[in-house]
């Protein structure tokens, strides 16, 4: 800021006060030739109106304070230039440094305070060019993620069976709906090198995401390579978690799994349920839990020696094999009624195509007010009315 004083010069202590809060100021007789941003005027009395045209004219934007003698107020002519003048401040003689302090006060706070709103607006600039700049990385990482996620998902879910095997006499319907992003559920269906056994596997992790993804890889992995090792359910089961506490402890939650071996010379099926997996049996128009031995998910328990289950299906048996998420639907006490309410009506052989259509109804509508929180694996196993089969003693 640069201030010109005019025809007067301030005391030594307007001065000081000037110099401290760096103003510029010069101290001229007459009219100054340059560029000034504010100029404190004293005309002289004679010709006043004249140099106050010319002030005008040279600075019609400059601020201008105007300095008269207190009986220059009583010349008329002078009074009318001033306000065609239209100065302004005009301040008398005896206080006019104490007016001009009192404006430059107000005038450097104005400029402390714009400053102030400066430094902040330049403080909230900085903030918003790095939360543009964060906001786009993240943009970057998210877009990344989803392709990751549909990735995965999409070589997850390739794992799953492409098609059912055929065995004579045993009708089997699936359907795997999962929920959102990375499956929690598994399921596989497989004939082992015999031509008469055949493989049911359920595997429900807690959680989604990238270690529910590893473990259907881990599954299917171990399923292509020992299935035919181990001569019954248990084994492979306790493989599988001792593979998982070894190897996968610190990555992965606990897995519910439902493994059986059906032979189907003889109808029949031998189990081993790890976890909270439960499988339903229609027999003679009512559902019924299969019976399970208390068995620990696969993760929560080292060197557990895990127990198996044996039963022998017959003509018109149906055999609902789920993941934990129709329960979430139906509620664990539902799904048996839910079953029964649906097969109450069927013919004495049940279409199970009919049945799982029944019970995907019902998981729609239930999504139609709340959206799927875990996977619905549902494999249904019906034994036709004319298959033979050789009696078996349950072991």
């Not at 001065?15 to 100021?25: D, Q, W």
């Not at 002030?55 to 201008?64: G, K, M």
């Amino acid at each position: 800021m640069r201030l010109i004083f005019v025809g007067i010069t301030p005391n030594e202590h307007l001065l000081e006060t000037l110099r401290s809060n760096g103003i510029e100021f010069s101290c001229d007789k007459s009219l100054p030739q340059g560029a000034a941003d504010a100029i404190v005027y004293h005309p002289t009395e004679t010709g006043a109106q004249k140099e106050l045209s010319r002030l005008r004219q040279r600075f019609p934007d400059t601020w201008c304070a105007l300095i008269f003698r207190s009986e220059w107020f009583q010349n008329t002519p002078l009074l009318q230039a001033c306000r065609d003048f239209h100065a302004d401040a005009m301040w008398s003689l005896p206080i006019w440094e104490i007016q001009l302090g009192l404006t430059l006060k107000k005038f450097l706070e104005q400029i402390a305070q714009q400053k102030h709103s400066i430094e902040i607006e330049k403080g909230y600039e900085k903030l918003r060019e790095e939360y543009e700049e964060i906001s786009a990385k993240a943009t970057q990482l998210i877009t990344q993620f989803e392709k990751d996620v549909a990735l995965a998902s999409n070589i997850q879910r390739s794992l799953l069976p492409q098609k059912t095997p055929k065995i004579p006499g045993v009708r089997i319907v699936t359907k795997y709906k999962p929920a959102s992003g990375f499956g929690g559920d598994y399921y596989d269906i497989f004939e082992f090198g015999d031509k008469k056994r055949y493989g049911f596997l359920i595997a429900d992790s807690k959680t989604h995401g990238m270690a529910a993804a590893l473990l259907t890889v881990l599954i299917k992995i171990r399923l292509e390579e020992m299935k035919d090792l181990f001569p019954d359910s248990k084994s492979f089961v306790q493989h599988l978690n001792t593979e998982i506490q070894q190897v996968h402890k610190k990555e992965m939650n606990s897995l519910s799994v439902f493994y059986g071996i059906l032979d189907r010379t003889s109808l029949t099926f031998q189990y081993t349920s790890a976890g909270s997996l439960t499988p339903l049996l229609w027999r003679l128009g009512e559902a019924t839990p299969l019976s399970t031995s208390p068995n620990p998910a696969l993760g929560e328990a080292n060197d557990f020696s895990f127990k198996e289950s044996f039963i022998t299906l017959k003509p018109a048996d149906l055999l609902l094999l789920h993941s934990d998420g129709l329960e979430a639907v139906l509620g664990s006490q539902s799904t048996k009624t839910t079953l029964s309410s649906i097969l109450s009506g069927a013919d004495p052989i049940p279409d199970p195509q009919e049945v799982q259509n029944e019970i995907l109804g019902r998981v729609d509508k239930f999504v139609e007010t709340s959206p799927l929180k875990d996977d619905v694996t549902l494999i249904q196993m019906l034994v036709e009315g004319n298959t033979l089969y050789v009696a078996s003693e349950s072991k």
